[in-house]
Protein backbone atom coordinates (compact mmCIF):
# COMPACT_ATOMS: atom_id res chain seq x y z
CA UNK A 1 0.00 0.00 0.00
CA UNK A 2 1.13 3.26 -0.84
CA UNK A 3 0.49 4.96 2.79
CA UNK A 4 2.22 2.04 4.49
CA UNK A 5 4.67 3.21 6.58
CA UNK A 6 8.14 1.63 7.30
CA UNK A 7 10.03 1.26 10.53
CA UNK A 8 13.77 1.87 11.20
CA UNK A 9 15.65 1.78 14.46
CA UNK A 10 17.24 5.40 15.33
CA UNK A 11 19.67 5.29 18.12
CA UNK A 12 20.08 8.88 19.90
CA UNK A 13 23.82 8.76 22.00
CA UNK A 14 24.32 11.84 24.10
CA UNK A 15 27.08 12.65 26.89
CA UNK A 16 24.63 15.14 28.25
CA UNK A 17 20.47 15.05 28.01
CA UNK A 18 20.33 14.19 24.27
CA UNK A 19 17.99 16.85 23.91
CA UNK A 20 19.54 18.46 21.14
CA UNK A 21 19.83 15.10 19.25
CA UNK A 22 16.34 13.92 19.72
CA UNK A 23 15.25 17.47 18.20
CA UNK A 24 17.43 16.89 15.51
CA UNK A 25 16.66 13.41 14.68
CA UNK A 26 12.69 14.05 14.78
CA UNK A 27 13.54 17.35 12.29
CA UNK A 28 14.68 15.48 9.90
CA UNK A 29 12.66 11.91 10.34
CA UNK A 30 9.85 14.32 9.91
CA UNK A 31 11.20 14.71 6.26
CA UNK A 32 10.26 11.01 5.47
CA UNK A 33 6.65 10.53 5.31
CA UNK A 34 6.86 7.01 4.74
CA UNK A 35 9.35 5.86 7.26
CA UNK A 36 8.97 6.01 11.07
CA UNK A 37 11.78 5.84 13.64
CA UNK A 38 11.72 3.67 16.32
CA UNK A 39 13.77 5.78 19.19
CA UNK A 40 16.58 4.67 21.26
CA UNK A 41 18.10 7.59 23.66
CA UNK A 42 21.18 6.57 25.57
CA UNK A 43 21.64 9.84 27.44
CA UNK A 44 24.85 10.41 29.80
CA UNK A 45 26.76 8.17 27.75
CA UNK A 46 30.58 9.47 29.22
CA UNK A 47 32.87 6.22 29.50
CA UNK A 48 34.17 3.13 27.17
CA UNK A 49 32.19 1.12 29.44
CA UNK A 50 28.64 2.69 28.97
CA UNK A 51 28.69 3.13 25.23
CA UNK A 52 30.23 -0.62 25.11
CA UNK A 53 26.75 -1.30 26.37
CA UNK A 54 24.89 0.81 24.23
CA UNK A 55 26.67 -0.93 20.70
CA UNK A 56 25.39 -3.99 22.14
CA UNK A 57 22.10 -3.11 21.72
CA UNK A 58 22.84 -1.13 18.21
CA UNK A 59 24.10 -4.41 17.21
CA UNK A 60 20.77 -6.42 18.28
CA UNK A 61 19.30 -3.43 16.60
CA UNK A 62 21.04 -2.12 13.40
CA UNK A 63 19.81 1.29 12.16
CA UNK A 64 21.03 4.85 11.98
CA UNK A 65 23.18 6.37 15.07
CA UNK A 66 23.48 9.95 15.80
CA UNK A 67 25.50 11.33 18.38
CA UNK A 68 26.78 14.13 20.12
CA UNK A 69 30.07 13.39 22.03
CA UNK A 70 32.40 16.10 22.84
CA UNK A 71 35.19 13.54 23.73
CA UNK A 72 37.16 12.99 20.79
CA UNK A 73 38.81 9.67 21.88
CA UNK A 74 35.38 7.89 22.85
CA UNK A 75 33.58 9.73 19.61
CA UNK A 76 36.35 7.56 17.64
CA UNK A 77 35.85 4.18 19.46
CA UNK A 78 32.26 4.84 18.55
CA UNK A 79 32.82 5.10 14.89
CA UNK A 80 35.30 2.23 14.64
CA UNK A 81 32.74 0.44 16.27
CA UNK A 82 29.57 1.33 14.11
CA UNK A 83 31.79 0.93 11.13
CA UNK A 84 32.23 -2.95 12.22
CA UNK A 85 29.04 -3.79 12.86
CA UNK A 86 27.87 -1.67 9.91
CA UNK A 87 26.00 0.51 10.54
CA UNK A 88 25.64 4.50 9.70
CA UNK A 89 27.10 7.03 12.33
CA UNK A 90 26.89 10.56 12.24
CA UNK A 91 28.35 13.47 14.96
CA UNK A 92 25.47 15.71 14.99
CA UNK A 93 27.83 18.64 16.49
CA UNK A 94 31.08 18.39 14.91
CA UNK A 95 30.31 20.05 11.38
CA UNK A 96 29.30 22.73 13.28
CA UNK A 97 31.92 23.03 15.27
CA UNK A 98 34.04 22.49 12.70
CA UNK A 99 32.69 25.44 10.90
CA UNK A 100 32.69 27.60 14.11
CA UNK A 101 36.08 26.28 14.85
CA UNK A 102 37.25 28.12 11.38
CA UNK A 103 35.69 31.31 11.36
CA UNK A 104 36.12 32.15 14.99
CA UNK A 105 39.97 30.93 14.91
CA UNK A 106 40.31 29.10 18.17
CA UNK A 107 39.40 25.96 19.45
CA UNK A 108 36.18 24.44 20.81
CA UNK A 109 36.63 23.78 24.60
CA UNK A 110 34.97 20.06 24.59
CA UNK A 111 33.13 20.78 27.24
CA UNK A 112 30.10 18.12 28.04
CA UNK A 113 26.68 20.02 28.80
CA UNK A 114 28.23 23.56 28.29
CA UNK A 115 24.77 24.27 26.89
CA UNK A 116 23.00 23.60 29.91
CA UNK A 117 23.14 26.74 33.04
CA UNK A 118 23.75 24.74 36.15
CA UNK A 119 20.70 25.77 37.75
CA UNK A 120 17.86 24.10 39.54
CA UNK A 121 15.89 23.26 36.19
CA UNK A 122 19.13 21.31 35.26
CA UNK A 123 19.82 19.43 37.94
CA UNK A 124 16.29 18.30 38.16
CA UNK A 125 16.54 16.78 34.59
CA UNK A 126 19.55 14.92 35.30
CA UNK A 127 17.87 13.77 38.83
CA UNK A 128 14.90 12.64 36.30
CA UNK A 129 17.43 10.99 33.68
CA UNK A 130 19.12 9.13 36.28
CA UNK A 131 16.25 7.73 37.57
CA UNK A 132 14.06 7.28 34.32
CA UNK A 133 17.72 4.94 33.58
CA UNK A 134 17.45 3.09 36.72
CA UNK A 135 13.85 2.36 36.53
CA UNK A 136 13.35 1.43 32.73
CA UNK A 137 11.52 -1.92 32.08
CA UNK A 138 10.24 -2.60 35.59
CA UNK A 139 13.87 -2.45 37.16
CA UNK A 140 13.71 -1.41 40.92
CA UNK A 141 10.19 -1.64 41.64
CA UNK A 142 11.08 -0.81 45.51
CA UNK A 143 11.18 2.81 44.93
CA UNK A 144 8.45 3.47 42.59
CA UNK A 145 6.98 5.96 45.00
CA UNK A 146 9.46 8.39 44.42
CA UNK A 147 8.22 8.30 41.09
CA UNK A 148 6.26 11.67 39.73
CA UNK A 149 4.76 9.33 36.82
CA UNK A 150 4.64 5.33 36.36
CA UNK A 151 4.17 4.40 32.85
CA UNK A 152 2.79 0.38 32.24
CA UNK A 153 1.94 -0.97 29.10
CA UNK A 154 2.28 -4.06 26.61
CA UNK A 155 5.89 -4.28 24.64
CA UNK A 156 6.33 -1.65 22.42
CA UNK A 157 3.99 0.70 23.47
CA UNK A 158 6.81 3.58 23.98
CA UNK A 159 7.13 3.39 27.42
CA UNK A 160 10.73 3.72 27.73
CA UNK A 161 11.02 6.67 24.88
CA UNK A 162 8.10 8.70 26.66
CA UNK A 163 10.00 7.85 29.85
CA UNK A 164 12.77 9.38 28.77
CA UNK A 165 11.26 12.76 26.82
CA UNK A 166 9.73 13.06 30.54
CA UNK A 167 12.75 12.80 31.93
CA UNK A 168 14.14 15.79 29.98
CA UNK A 169 11.74 18.00 31.97
CA UNK A 170 11.97 16.92 35.19
CA UNK A 171 10.05 14.72 35.90
CA UNK A 172 11.20 11.65 37.36
CA UNK A 173 9.77 8.04 35.71
CA UNK A 174 9.39 4.81 35.40
CA UNK A 175 8.18 2.20 33.23
CA UNK A 176 6.75 -1.25 33.84
CA UNK A 177 6.42 -3.91 31.41
CA UNK A 178 2.78 -5.12 31.02
CA UNK A 179 2.62 -9.53 30.83
CA UNK A 180 -0.43 -11.41 31.12
CA UNK A 181 0.00 -13.55 33.86
CA UNK A 182 2.67 -12.21 34.98
CA UNK A 183 1.69 -10.03 38.21
CA UNK A 184 2.76 -6.49 38.61
CA UNK A 185 5.12 -5.49 41.67
CA UNK A 186 2.70 -5.04 45.08
CA UNK A 187 5.19 -1.71 45.03
CA UNK A 188 3.14 -0.27 42.67
CA UNK A 189 -0.60 -0.78 43.51
CA UNK A 190 1.16 0.42 47.18
CA UNK A 191 2.89 3.88 45.41
CA UNK A 192 0.51 6.81 46.66
CA UNK A 193 2.62 9.88 45.19
CA UNK A 194 3.26 8.85 41.25
CA UNK A 195 0.38 9.04 38.45
CA UNK A 196 -0.09 5.64 37.22
CA UNK A 197 -0.66 5.69 33.60
CA UNK A 198 -1.46 2.72 31.03
CA UNK A 199 -0.18 3.34 27.58
CA UNK A 200 -2.34 1.73 24.59
CA UNK A 201 -2.31 0.91 21.01
CA UNK A 202 -3.98 -0.62 17.89
CA UNK A 203 -2.94 -4.41 17.52
CA UNK A 204 -1.57 -3.53 13.93
CA UNK A 205 0.62 -1.22 15.20
CA UNK A 206 1.97 -2.97 18.08
CA UNK A 207 2.22 -5.70 15.55
CA UNK A 208 4.11 -3.72 12.62
CA UNK A 209 6.57 -2.18 15.69
CA UNK A 210 7.57 -5.81 16.63
CA UNK A 211 8.32 -7.32 12.89
CA UNK A 212 10.76 -4.62 12.81
CA UNK A 213 12.47 -5.65 16.26
CA UNK A 214 15.10 -8.39 16.59
CA UNK A 215 15.14 -9.99 20.01
CA UNK A 216 18.27 -12.49 19.57
CA UNK A 217 17.83 -15.93 20.46
CA UNK A 218 16.04 -16.06 23.92
CA UNK A 219 15.45 -19.15 24.94
CA UNK A 220 11.33 -20.44 24.29
CA UNK A 221 10.80 -16.81 22.17
CA UNK A 222 7.85 -17.49 19.62
CA UNK A 223 8.12 -15.00 17.29
CA UNK A 224 4.97 -15.82 15.83
CA UNK A 225 3.33 -15.59 18.70
CA UNK A 226 5.39 -12.02 19.25
CA UNK A 227 3.81 -10.26 16.35
CA UNK A 228 0.38 -12.34 15.72
CA UNK A 229 -2.64 -9.67 16.14
CA UNK A 230 -5.00 -12.01 17.90
CA UNK A 231 -2.25 -12.62 20.56
CA UNK A 232 -1.96 -8.65 20.95
CA UNK A 233 -5.36 -7.73 21.13
CA UNK A 234 -5.51 -10.33 24.47
CA UNK A 235 -2.46 -8.75 25.96
CA UNK A 236 -4.07 -5.31 25.24
CA UNK A 237 -7.58 -5.97 27.13
CA UNK A 238 -5.43 -7.90 29.75
CA UNK A 239 -3.76 -4.16 30.09
CA UNK A 240 -7.28 -1.92 29.71
CA UNK A 241 -9.04 -4.18 31.79
CA UNK A 242 -5.77 -3.59 34.56
CA UNK A 243 -6.19 -0.27 34.51
CA UNK A 244 -9.92 0.02 34.38
CA UNK A 245 -9.61 -2.49 37.75
CA UNK A 246 -7.62 0.41 39.20
CA UNK A 247 -9.02 3.21 38.25
CA UNK A 248 -5.53 4.61 36.42
CA UNK A 249 -5.43 6.75 33.37
CA UNK A 250 -4.74 5.23 29.80
CA UNK A 251 -3.36 6.93 26.84
CA UNK A 252 -4.07 5.65 23.06
CA UNK A 253 -0.32 6.36 21.03
CA UNK A 254 -1.42 4.91 17.97
CA UNK A 255 -1.44 8.36 16.18
CA UNK A 256 0.38 10.25 19.20
CA UNK A 257 4.08 11.20 18.27
CA UNK A 258 6.09 11.01 21.70
CA UNK A 259 6.03 14.38 22.47
CA UNK A 260 1.95 14.19 22.15
CA UNK A 261 1.93 11.54 24.59
CA UNK A 262 4.21 13.37 26.96
CA UNK A 263 1.98 16.54 26.59
CA UNK A 264 -1.23 14.14 27.24
CA UNK A 265 0.91 13.03 30.89
CA UNK A 266 1.60 16.02 31.50
CA UNK A 267 -1.86 17.43 31.29
CA UNK A 268 -3.57 14.59 33.05
CA UNK A 269 -0.66 15.13 35.93
CA UNK A 270 -1.69 18.74 36.29
CA UNK A 271 -5.38 17.57 36.40
CA UNK A 272 -4.98 15.14 39.37
CA UNK A 273 -2.90 17.35 41.39
Not at 70 to 86: M, P, R, T, W, Y
Not at 126 to 151: C, K, N, R, T, W
Request: hydrophobic share 40%; with cysteine; aromatic share 6%.
Amino acid sequence: MENQKSFFHLHLISDSTGETLMSAGRAVSAQFQTAMPLEHVYPMIRNQKQLQQVLDSIDKEPGIVLYTIVDEKLAEFLNLQCHAIGVPCVNVLEPVIGIFQTYLGTASRRRVGAQHALNADYFARIEALDFAMDHDDGQMPESYDEADVVLIGISRTSKTPTSIYLANRGIKTANIPVVPGVPLPPSLYEATRPLIVGLVATSDRISQVREHRELGTTGGFDRGQYIDRATIMEELKYARVLCARNNWSLIDVTRRSIEETAAAILALRQRTR
